[in-house]
Nanobody, 115 residues
Framework: QVQLVESGGGLVQPGGSLRLSCVAS????????MAWYRQTPGKQRELVAR???????SYRDSVKGRFTISRDNAKNTVYLQMNSLKPEDTAVYYC?????????WGQGTQVTVSS
């Protein structure tokens, strides 16, 4: 059973930055495409950013130019650097596989953007 542990969330003012981390307890991490997702109450979870095994990245339009996804395979960790945060980025952020074969979801990390 793979465990995903997200961290790094918090309360930040509009325009601020946060860096999220996700550690996967997977024996072989480097061959798995990974992604960050987010969810707000009453809404479906949505894909925010993904990164392939080769390091290619893609983003939903609303975060392009502000968020950067990266991975460190030696640490079984995927990151999400979030800059120029907006109130509409407020959500619980989760990481998981990007190929649709989801591992069990972690607890997520809450990001709140508010003045």
């Amino acid at each position: 059973q793979v465990q995903l542990v997200e961290s790094g969330g918090g309360l930040v003012q509009p325009g601020g930055s946060l860096r999220l981390s996700c550690v996967a307890s997977r024996r072989i991490f480097s061959i798995i495409p990974m992604a960050w997702y987010r969810q707000t109450p009453g809404k479906q979870r949505e894909l925010v950013a993904r990164i392939t095994t080769g390091g290619a990245t893609s983003y939903r339009d609303s975060v392009k130019g502000r968020f950067t996804i990266s991975r460190d395979n030696a640490k079984n960790t995927v990151y999400l650097q979030m800059n120029s945060l907006k109130p509409e980025d407020t959500a619980v952020y989760y990481c998981n596989r990007a190929d649709g074969v989801f591992d069990s979801w972690g607890q997520g990390t809450q990001v709140t953007v508010s003045s």
